[in-house]
């Protein structure tokens, strides 16, 4: 990685205020910054939920086992789709890498599209956009689909890089971008394009804002369809599962403290 993305490397805590790219929000997207600025509290909550992923450690899969459970294939079909999937490649000099989706996620949301099928989905959170290209290229390999994305720009993203930057310009007419908060546009957003065949939570990943974020799509998912969480090692997904009578499947990937969480609507 270069100096100057070493340098611009995302901060945590209160660091994130002392940046160039907290100034030109705070002066350019003032009502994206306060927003954020506001969720602080809850952040820091929530973190007394973190419980890790022992405690569910019984709902622990592999890829091709995840997929296959929430698409009711045999696991080998699965483990060949997964392989097959395509995935935007990150710029290591991008200063925005580090909120880049891992690849297990990638994987699996790619093969969910293309087999489910997937005609509509909903994602929270976007960033540079590596989940959105890769469901959309998904959805242009079987000629159809639609993805609404939601994402409140980080306080570190700066307003000069564009939000889901590494979407290639052939996959945007499929794609609809609304920026502020899932609380806000999750909802109606839902409303309006029902039945949704699956919904990717990749934003906030806490306890509140995954509950929040679950119970607001719910009711939105169709018969069969499919939930995905990233940042899953705090009990909001399992205990959500078990609210609606889901069965939870959890995938670790390598190197993360943290799972990704998948079920099926019944």
Not at 136 to 147: F, P, Y
Not at 185 to 197: C, E, I, T
Request: one cysteine or more; glycine letters at 8%.
């Amino acid at each position: 990685m270069s100096e100057l993305a070493s340098a611009r490397t995302p901060r945590r805590g209160i660091g994130q205020l002392a940046t160039r790219a907290a100034a030109r929000n705070l002066l350019r997207r003032p009502r994206f910054f306060l927003r954020n600025v506001r969720l602080a509290p809850r952040f820091y909550m929530d973190k007394r939920r973190v419980t890790g992923v022992e405690p569910f450690r019984e709902y622990l899969r592999s890829e091709s086992e995840a997929v296959s459970a929430v698409l009711g294939l045999p696991a080998a079909e699965c483990e060949r789709e997964l392989r097959e999937v395509w995935l935007p490649r990150p710029n290591p000099d991008d200063p925005l890498t580090a909120w880049n989706a891992r690849d297990e996620l990638l994987r699996m949301i790619g093969a969910i599209v293309k087999r489910a099928p997937v005609r509509v989905m909903i994602e929270t959170g976007v960033a540079l956009g590596f989940s959105a290209a890769t469901v959309l290229q998904a959805m242009q390999s079987r000629g159809e689909g639609h993805l609404y994305s939601i994402d409140l720009p980080a306080i570190q993203h700066d307003p000069d890089h564009e939000v889901g930057s590494a979407v290639p310009e052939p996959l945007r007419a499929r794609w609809t971008l609304e920026l502020g908060d899932s609380r806000d546009l999750l909802g109606p957003l839902g409303r309006r394009v029902a039945p949704v065949d699956a919904f990717l939570h990749d934003a906030l990943q806490t306890y509140s804002a995954q509950l929040q974020d679950f119970r607001t799509v719910w009711p939105h998912l169709r018969s069969g369809g499919i939930l995905v969480s990233d940042g899953v090692d705090n009990p909001a997904f399992v205990e959500f599962a078990r609210e609606v009578a889901a069965q939870p499947h959890l995938v670790l990937g390598e190197g993360h403290p943290s799972a990704i969480g998948l079920m099926r609507k019944q």
